[in-house]
């Protein structure tokens, strides 16, 4: 994303605060860099500096093209920009979040909106985090582009790990962070349950 722009699930974050000092040094938090938020959100999701690489995410992406029905449609432009990222920036797609996550033994299940997040049991043993995908809008407003943010439960305590942000920020209660996930699915958000796979 865009230096300067804001993301939804930056801007909503009226409840959650800064880090106190100790606490955010156990958390592993990887800052936005071009369009490799989701290469971001994943290590920030696993809690691992590298787990993912950006020549993993190109590699599962460039299969993924292989198995493409539509791939004899392509342009000429489809070669910085392809059907599941973007080759100079990076702005990978759910497939590749799905196929990267399932190398490591994780299940994505998506999350039906008109349910709420109320309904998800964020004690579950099996959940691992959730990963969210946002609307961002860009040079005031005039471009509009995706983003992805996880959020994860670190010793008892629920994080926004938004690539986005100069750091962590805490969530103040679980209440407070289903009112923010209700708030990402209002504003046409998505959101998806990352559980270990059995």
């Not at 993912?52 to 198995?67: H, K, M, P, W």
């Not at 000429?76 to 797609?93: E, K, Q």
Request: charged share 25%.
């Amino acid at each position: 994303m865009e230096p300067g722009a804001k993301s939804e699930a930056e801007q909503g974050e009226a409840g959650s605060g800064a880090l106190g000092s100790g606490t955010d040094s156990k958390v592993y938090h990887e800052r936005q860099r071009l369009q490799f938020c989701l290469l971001h959100a994943l290590n920030n999701l696993m809690q691992e500096k590298e787990c993912f690489t950006r020549a993993e995410l190109d590699r599962i992406a460039g299969n993924l093209v292989l198995s493409d029905p539509n791939k004899d449609q392509w342009t000429p432009l489809s070669f910085i920009f392809r059907p599941h990222h973007n080759v100079l920036t990076g702005n990978y797609d759910v497939n590749v979040l799905i196929t990267a996550l399932e190398a490591r033994k994780k299940k994505v299940v998506w999350h039906d909106r008109r349910k709420g997040a109320s309904s998800i049991n964020l004690d579950a043993e099996a959940l691992i985090g959730l990963m969210i995908n946002v609307s961002v809008r860009r040079f005031r407003g005039l471009w509009n582009s995706r983003h992805w943010v996880a959020i994860r439960n670190i010793d008892g305590i629920w994080f926004n790990l938004d690539s986005d942000l100069s750091e962590p920020k805490q969530f103040k209660d679980k209440e407070n962070m289903v009112a923010f996930l209700d708030s990402i699915l209002s504003q046409g958000g998505e959101l998806m349950l990352v559980l270990q796979d059995e």
